[in-house]
């Protein structure tokens, strides 16, 4: 079966400090991953998404960037985080192909002070 | 501009009666349709889907309703029990993508 990691859970940070929050999927090949960001109170906003290895797509322009080093392996990353970072950062994958249903992980949650 | 609409915020509903959530959605190019329910500090958990083709979808307690015309979808509970209370999302697909645009939420209160 399939399963996916994020670490960390939660994370406190300062502002102007980097960021880096790693996502794995386990027991499938060539997943479609994804970041997203909820903001207290807020919908999930689609951040970044990558179907294959160096393949990433933006959604939002911000003060985030993202990297597929290993095909299972999603990374969100930031050279200087901003108080608006702050948020519930979820990954999701889907397998390839059409009308497939997309998978969480537990999620990280990012405050910046 | 938001595509895919939840406009109701919260729903509160008696335990044994039927939850209905509500989503809207503007763009006609989206194919595929998903609602997830959500837990505080946890990630969304999948419920059921529905594809464009089809205008029911049923698994269990829950079912997706597709008004194409309308451009509206439903997920109805029954019956609702108190461990469905939580936030439930909808998202949609756009035809030939891979990005899924999600609604803002609705908090369901299922009352014993």
């Known amino acids: 079966s399939q399963t996916i990691h994020q670490w960390p859970a939660t994370l406190v940070q300062p502002v102007g400090s980097p960021l880096s929050l790693e996502c794995t999927v386990e027991?499938?090949?060539?997943?479609?991953l994804y970041w997203y960001r909820q903001a207290a109170g807020r919908g999930l906003q689609l951040l970044f998404y990558?179907?294959?290895?160096?393949?990433i797509s933006s959604e939002v322009p911000q003060n985030l960037s993202a990297s597929r080093p290993q095909d299972r392996q999603f990374i969100l990353s930031s050279k200087k985080l901003l108080l608006s970072d702050s948020g519930f950062y979820l990954c999701?994958?889907?397998?390839?192909?059409?009308?497939?249903?997309?998978?969480f992980g537990p999620g990280t949650r990012l405050t910046v002070l | 501009d938001q595509q895919v609409k939840q406009n109701s915020p919260s729903l509160s509903v008696q335990e044994g009666r039927i939850s209905i959530l509500n989503c809207d959605y503007t763009?006609?190019?989206?194919?595929?349709f998903l609602w997830y329910k959500k837990y505080p500090a946890e990630g969304p958990t999948f419920l059921i889907s529905?594809?464009?083709?089809?205008d029911k979808n049923e698994d269990g307690r829950f079912t997706v309703f597709l008004n194409k015309s309308a451009k509206h979808l439903s997920l109805h509970i029954v019956p609702s029990q108190p461990g469905d209370s939580a936030v439930y999302f909808c998202?949609?697909?756009?035809?030939?993508?891979?990005?899924?645009?999600f609604g803002t939420g609705t908090r369901l209160k299922v009352l014993a």
């Open positions: 999701a994958w889907t397998p390839g192909g059409p009308n497939n249903e997309q998978f």
């Open positions: 027991g499938t090949s060539n997943p479609n």
């Open positions: 990558s179907v294959g290895i160096g393949q």
């Open positions: 763009n006609s190019m989206f194919d595929y």
């Open positions: 529905i594809s464009s083709i089809k």
């Open positions: 998202a949609a697909r756009k035809s030939g993508t891979y990005k899924y645009i």
